[in-house]
């Protein structure tokens, strides 16, 4: 890359392509013109750089190409078809050259002689674009309901849960009076070469009040595009920078709320694939992953729409929307004329999170799909188990800080939440009341990445701390003394995970009785040491007595139930009572899908472990393809040196021997190979130790 190298905080992005692109006064002066236009600007002189670059940036980028006529006949055909390209401009070039270029290639949308019209095309276009948001992206999540569609269920559900998860430790979380700071600390560094952007920006710092947050969201400015992108890409910094932001826009909608049922409209371009997954989802529900910016006029909308420019792979789609807001626990919306930087509209703001029902889809005559929907409130029944589960975690009073940074780690995201938590410790005074808990956190993150000694320590700190500062018999310390033995059990001193397991035990017991969760949660844990130590019966008994527990206090598919029946089906195989086990697993990664995101560690362990079995029973087809799905998700979220990923890839290589070799026709030899290795290999298998 030739220019700066930064994130970008925006939707769309300029991609200027040309071999003198700075080298020139008049290439500067008009690069300068682009930043006011789009604030992002990628310069290259090389187009395979400039390709590399397009092709590695996320698939729902929106990448404006700038191309000089020298580079475009061979880059813009290798390039059109990417998703990442929104529209191409092309400049130096004949104009009866002009049809031949954008008959062929859709995305074309001006070829010109003159770079500086070419310019203004640009600026003109964008301009345009912008006060529809129907181009926006669209980003939403899909709570399946039927019973009948078990594997949409178990794909979709986990992303809708910690979606609402993620956006209710925001909404709960503290305020602090420097809570704005961190977001203009950000926008200065992306800004601080548009001048338009930083007067905007120093406006912001010294006139924005939490009453005016709405007026200052629809405004057309940094705050609308970077917040959105935020959301719909879930960056964890950008999101904790906007916390405040939610946060005021959310209570000025409940302020402002609509107080009868409307009837709201929504145009919107949306990809093919995107618009196939709803019309795959009819009687569902969706959740926004933005704030949702609607109108009461169908005609209005219709017209933003239309005035879309319409590209590759994008469709133009109407949302109808009933929204009573007389139901309970609906999330707020607001007729926001009166609050808007643009009061001649009649625009409608749904809160971000906002779920809706589809039922279902049609098409008019000018090729526009009309989505029919409506509004539901968390009281839905097919949403009470989830917000029953939210409560049972995080409660429904104010949040502190570190509840943020648990559900980043419950979602997988292991390097934000890290992140997260040292920040925390810094920004700690050393006899802060919550120093103890921050520990703890960051121990139960850097031990699912593997870094177990780092986890260790970080534990240790905790108990210390809490050792000085609480009764020795203090439910927390159990927790500690659990954590600290899970990390034992995971180094292979299993001698002291199980004394510190039984400590933790008789803790817990004596603080909440025997018919307790957490009571459950350590007698999972001592099963895994008894197992490791081949006492199998005491081992089958602490995991019948967890399972017993948790199934008179959790909902069926939280994840401690996935994790104690993961457990049982690692107990029952190293039995080798192995359709007993697989029957274990296959319960523990129901579960462990539709409750948790599809990329998640945890699930790839469950699929692993299955794969044993099925290699145990000569199946190496299904042994396979469950050990490169986690493969594929380990990939995901864990380093290349994860002890997992390290086993996993070993596993894959192993199988795809015995596959191959059982082409051959000897599958018995393979067989007897298999049940050697197999014995050899029972002490590594995940145990999913609770932390």
């Known amino acids: 890359m030739d220019g700066k190298e930064h994130k970008n905080h925006e939707t769309f992005s300029l991609v200027w392509l040309d071999p003198d692109v700075n080298n020139s006064k008049e290439n500067i002066n008009v690069q300068q013109q682009l930043h006011a236009c789009i604030s992002h600007l990628e310069t290259f002189d090389k187009a395979d750089k400039c390709e590399r670059f397009i092709r590695f940036e996320p698939i729902n980028s929106r990448i404006i190409l700038v191309a000089s006529e020298r580079f475009s006949a061979d880059l813009i ?3 059109h078809q990417l998703s990442q390209v929104f529209s191409i401009y092309i400049y130096g070039v004949d104009k009866r050259k002009s049809n031949a270029w ?11 002689t003159d770079i500086n019209v070419l310019v203004s095309q640009i600026c003109s276009d964008h301009v345009r674009r912008s006060p529809t948001k129907s181009e926006d992206l669209f980003e939403f999540n899909i709570f399946n309901t039927s019973t009948s569609d078990e594997r949409s269920t178990t794909l979709l559900s986990g992303q809708f849960l910690h979606s609402q998860l993620l956006i209710d430790c925001l909404l709960r979380m503290r305020a602090v009076p420097t809570d704005k700071n961190e977001l203009i600390e950000m926008a200065e560094k992306e800004y601080k070469l548009d001048t338009n952007e930083s007067a905007i920006l120093r406006e912001f710092q010294t006139n924005y009040s939490p009453d005016q947050s709405i007026w200052w969201y629809t405004r057309e400015s940094f705050l609308y595009r970077q917040l959105n992108k935020a959301l719909r890409t879930q960056n964890i910094d950008a999101l904790l920078a906007f916390r405040f932001f939610i946060r005021d826009i959310h209570e000025q909608l409940e302020h402002h709320r609509c107080s009868s049922p409307i009837h709201i409209y929504r145009g919107q371009l949306m990809s093919t694939a995107e618009l196939e997954r709803l019309k795959n ?3 569902q529900l969706i959740s926004m992953n933005s704030f949702l910016s609607t109108t009461t006029d169908r005609l209005s909308a219709l017209a933003f729409l239309y005035s879309s420019a319409k590209s590759d792979g994008l469709e133009r789609v109407l949302f109808e929307i009933d929204a009573d807001p007389q139901l309970a626990d609906v999330k707020p919306f607001a007729n ?3 609050l808007s930087y643009f009061p001649s509209e009649s625009e409608v703001l749904l809160m971000l999170g906002s779920i809706l029902r589809l039922v279902g889809i049609d098409h008019d005559d000018h090729g526009v799909s009309i989505i029919r929907s409506t509004l539901c409130s968390n009281s839905d029944q097919d949403l009470q188990r ?5 409560k049972i975690e995080y409660g429904d009073q104010e949040t502190n800080a ?3 940074g648990i559900v980043l780690g419950q979602m997988g995201k292991l390097d934000e939440a890290e992140k997260y938590f040292r920040h925390l410790l810094k920004e700690m005074p050393p006899n802060h009341v919550d120093i103890a808990g921050c520990y703890h956190n960051l121990g139960d993150i850097l031990d699912k990445k593997g870094d177990y000694e780092s986890s260790l320590e970080s534990y240790q700190k905790s108990l210390e701390i809490m050792l000085q500062t609480r009764q020795p018999n203090d439910p927390e310390i159990g927790t500690s003394l659990n954590s600290i033995a899970a990390v034992h059990a995971k180094t292979g001193n299993y001698t002291q995970a199980e004394k510190s397991f039984k400590k933790a035990f008789e803790i ?4 909440y009785g025997e018919d307790n969760p957490k009571v459950a949660m350590c007698l999972s844990n001592l099963a895994g040491t008894y197992q490791v130590n081949e006492k199998n019966m005491e081992a089958l008994d602490c995991l019948q007595k967890a399972l017993s527990i948790r199934q008179h206090h959790l909902p069926a598919d939280h994840p401690d139930m996935a994790d104690t029946h993961n457990n049982i089906g690692i107990l029952y195989w190293s039995l080798d009572k192995v359709d007993t086990a697989l029957e274990h697993y296959n319960l523990s990664l129901k579960i462990k899908q539709k409750c948790l995101p599809a990329n998640h560690p945890d699930i790839a362990m469950t699929l692993s472990n299955m794969s044993l079995i099925y290699e145990q029973k000569g199946e190496f087809k299904q042994a396979l393809s469950h ?13 290349p040196s994860h002890p997992h990923m390290l086993q996993v890839e070993r596993l894959v290589q192993r199988v795809s021997s015995k596959l191959k070799y059982s082409f051959r026709a000897n599958i018995y030899l393979g067989v007897l190979i298999n049940n050697y290795y197999l014995k050899t290999f029972k002490k590594f298998i995940s145990i999913r130790l609770i932390i």
């Not at 594929?632 to 864990?638: G, P, S, V």
């Open 627 to 639: 050990l490169q799905s986690a493969a594929n998700i380990y990939r995901q979220t864990l380093n």
């Open 402 to 404: 570190q509840s943020f």
């Open 281 to 283: 989802s009819a009687g």
């Open 102 to 112: 954008t008959n062929i290639y859709s995305k074309v949308k001006a070829v010109l």
């Open 77 to 79: 055909p290798r390039i």
């Open 508 to 511: 817990w017991k004596q603080a």
């Open 386 to 390: 989830v917000f029953e589960y939210m």
């Open 336 to 338: 926001i004329t009166c």
